[in-house]
């Protein structure tokens, strides 16, 4: 059937429509292709030109400036500093060992370094670049860069490296960088590109390693044109790297090297903790090494130094080492015995210099005994019987949750290497570490801090500041990131009856300042900055009967490796106590004699900001005490506080 000429018109119109729409799509579209294709072939001609050119153009990672760190008064810790150094990258070099040949002849490169160049290039992928030599000086890069069309493959470059300007004073607290090694790679699940850079340096140990994160940014990208030959034509683009966030410690940099400067000949550990906010002020373990070694490559005589020397001074032990903490224990037996209500505090125990426990007699330091000791005399004379009798009331299982409340046991959450979580021990520690039961014997050892009772001097200054202040002191190392502060936590109150703690502050200001305590040589004359403290001496060896019935061997009389740990904890001043101090001296003694004045100078020297006046100490000892400064000022290195005697 014929459709009516009106149908027609209106059918036509809607193909011709369509057939514009289409068409002007079409023209769109080839329009769109023709732009591109002129874009790609005029304006970016010249940039592809050069990618396809023999590959040209050379995209690098650039690392960016690690975080600096600081002490609490912007005294710099951790900088870095520029770094000239010659990589070379194996894929454009060719026959390696020609280039490397014709290197040596320009700057100085022994056969060892030759070497471990050609073994770390086979053992790369063949673009990765390989550090050759690094701090080299200016002209040693100059004479490479004029002889670049001779050494293909080769590059000079500058990057930055770390330096510490305080050398020892904060090794085992910043810690120091390496270069990233096969060891470090294996241990990250997905290691970021930067860490392919050669040579590039992450932290080993201290905050350098736990704050590695924070401090190492995050990488930039160079766009470079080099020729056929290799030599860099002109930088096509520079995308700038975000540095590492800076890092402000709590930590005052000057008490840091007075108190490494009075350790000096000591294999010790000290701590010193900010009462008002569990600030660590200093943490010093002695003696210490120069960090700077590693962060050039320590050489052999180094390593071996420090390895072989019986005092261990890559050791942390202000954090790391635990050890028996002796009669600075007491105070956590005295607490636990009193709060069980087991023990009143006027109650006498008599000391004959020996208590019988279980068939096994436990002697007491003085041979001769005590006598009638009461809580607070047992403190002051340290007497040992008092607490085998009180313990064996109390309890291992409560001495060891008192000691845990007080921060012993327990590992505290700061950004070092290796802390120690030390021992309180229990009945199912025992069972489950051992296999064995629990004896009283156990306990009577545990009471004095003998035994399986293991704690470090971080942790006995923690115990120190808690005991002080009532309060759930917590320490702490990073004061602010980037310049914004760190919270504090809140310190809420320990738990333990005011009128004991009282008690217990009374017996350790009398253990200083009585004329009968056994720390009243290490007192402090100013009365406003008095000092209360706890002595222990820790055995590191067991004396038997046929010792003891012959006299037991002095101290003195024994090689250094048996003698028995000196210790002190105390906190100062006595009657509004601002820090809390710990000192622990291996193989050094007796508490008294030996940690006791050094937790005394330290204190002064915190309390003062600075040296304190002769006047703070006994008259008796204030030619010595200034023969004492003079001689640790010129031990301190250039840039410490002056130590000028004060009137």
Request: hydrophobic fraction near 40%.
């Given at each position: 059937m014929k459709?009516?000429?009106?149908?027609?018109?209106?059918?036509?119109?809607?193909?011709s429509r369509r057939a514009l729409i289409v068409g002007a799509s079409q023209l769109a579209i080839a329009g769109v292709l023709t732009m591109r294709m002129r874009n790609l072939q005029l304006e970016q001609a010249d940039t592809f030109r050069l990618l396809a050119d023999e590959n040209r153009i050379n995209i690098k990672l650039l690392a960016p400036a690690r975080g600096l760190i600081h002490d609490r008064n912007g005294t710099l810790l951790a900088g870095n500093e520029q770094n000239y150094r010659i990589t070379m990258t194996r894929e454009e070099a060719g026959d390696i060992e020609e280039v490397l040949a014709n290197l040596a002849q320009l700057i100085p490169l022994t056969e060892t370094?030759?070497?471990?160049?050609?073994?770390?290039?086979?053992?790369?992928?063949?673009?990765?670049?390989?550090?050759?030599?690094?701090?080299?000086?200016?002209?040693?890069?100059?004479?490479v860069t004029v002889n670049a069309p001779a050494l293909p493959g080769v590059t000079a470059d500058v990057g930055l490296s770390r330096f510490y300007p305080r050398g020892s004073d904060m090794?085992?607290?910043?810690?120091?960088?390496?270069?990233?090694?096969?060891?470090?790679?294996?241990?990250?699940?997905?290691?970021?590109?930067?860490?392919?850079?050669?040579?590039f340096q992450i932290g080993k140990t201290g905050i350098e390693n736990k704050m590695e994160t924070e401090l190492r940014g995050s990488a930039g990208t160079r766009q470079i044109?080099?020729?056929?030959?290799?030599?860099?034509?002109?930088?096509?683009?520079?995308e700038e790297g975000i540095p590492g966030s800076d890092?402000?410690?709590?930590?005052?940099?000057?008490?840091?090297?007075?108190?490494?400067?009075?350790?000096?000949?000591e294999s010790a550990g000290a701590v010193v903790i900010d009462l008002e906010n569990g600030d660590l002020r200093s943490i010093v373990s002695s003696p210490s090494f120069d960090p700077n070694l590693f962060v050039r490559g320590i050489s052999v005589a180094d390593w071996q130094g420090l390895n072989e020397n019986?005092?261990?001074?890559?050791?942390?032990?202000?954090?790391?080492?635990?050890?028996?903490?002796?009669?600075?224990?007491?105070?956590?037996?005295?607490?636990?015995?009193?709060?069980d209500g087991v023990v009143d505090p006027e109650e006498t125990v008599l000391c004959r210099g020996f208590t019988e426990v279980a068939g096994t007699r436990f002697h007491c330091w003085k041979s001769g005994g005590h006598g009638n000791m009461n809580l607070h005399d047992s403190l002051k004379h340290s007497c040992d019987c008092y607490y085998y009798e009180i313990c064996q009331r109390v309890g291992i299982d409560k001495i060891a949750a008192m000691a845990r409340r007080f921060g012993l046991g327990i590992r505290h959450d700061l950004p070092l290497s290796a802390v120690a979580s030390g021992l309180a021990p229990d009945k199912e520690w025992k069972t489950k570490t051992h296999g064995e039961d629990w004896r009283i014997g156990d306990t009577v050892n545990a009471s004095i801090g003998q035994g399986y009772v293991l704690a470090s001097p971080l942790q006995l200054a923690v115990m120190a500041a808690r005991l002080a202040t009532g309060?759930?002191?917590?320490?702490?190392?990073?004061?602010?990131?980037?310049?914004?502060?760190?919270?504090?936590p809140e310190a809420e109150p320990i738990g333990v009856n005011e009128n004991t703690l009282r008690r217990i502050r009374a017996a350790m200001d009398a253990v200083v300042n009585s004329n009968r305590g056994t720390a009243y040589g290490a007192r402090i004359t100013e009365v406003e900055m008095r000092m209360a403290g706890k002595t222990g001496t820790s055995q590191v060896r067991r004396i038997t009967a046929e010792e003891r019935a012959r006299g037991v061997t002095r101290n003195a009389d024994l090689p250094w490796e048996r003698r028995d740990h000196a210790l002190f904890v105390s906190f100062a001043p006595a009657d509004?106590?601002?820090?809390?101090?710990?000192?622990?001296?291996?193989?050094?003694?007796?508490?008294?004699?030996?940690?006791?004045?050094?937790?005394?100078?330290?204190?002064?020297?915190?309390?003062?900001?600075?040296?304190?006046?002769?006047?703070?100490?006994?008259?008796?000892?204030?030619?010595?005490?200034?023969?004492?400064?003079?001689?640790?000022?010129?031990?301190?290195?250039?840039?410490?506080v002056a130590m000028n005697d004060r009137a």
């Open positions: 459709r009516p000429p009106k149908d027609n018109l209106a059918s036509n119109r809607v193909i370094q030759i070497a471990e160049a050609v073994r770390e290039m086979n053992n790369r992928s063949a673009f990765v670049p390989v550090t050759i030599a690094d701090r080299l000086s200016w002209d040693d890069i100059a004479k090794a085992h607290v910043v810690g120091y960088v390496g270069p990233v090694s096969d060891y470090d790679l294996s241990r990250i699940e997905s290691p970021d590109p930067l860490l392919q850079i050669p040579k044109e080099v020729n056929a030959i290799g030599r860099v034509m002109r930088e096509l683009s520079r890092l402000q410690l709590t930590i005052d940099a000057d008490l840091q090297r007075y108190v490494e400067a009075r350790l000096d000949g019986p005092y261990r001074p890559l050791a942390a032990k202000a954090v790391q080492g635990i050890y028996p903490p002796g009669s600075t224990f007491k105070m956590i037996t005295a607490l636990a015995a009193v709060e309060r759930t002191i917590t320490p702490r190392l990073i004061n602010a990131i980037d310049g914004v502060r760190v919270p504090i509004n106590p601002k820090y809390a101090v710990a000192v622990v001296v291996e193989h050094g003694g007796g508490g008294s004699a030996v940690a006791a004045p050094i937790a005394r100078d330290i204190v002064l020297q915190a309390l003062y900001e600075g040296p304190p006046p002769l006047s703070a100490y006994p008259s008796a000892m204030r030619g010595r005490i200034s023969e004492q400064q003079r001689k640790i000022e010129e031990h301190m290195p250039a840039g410490s």
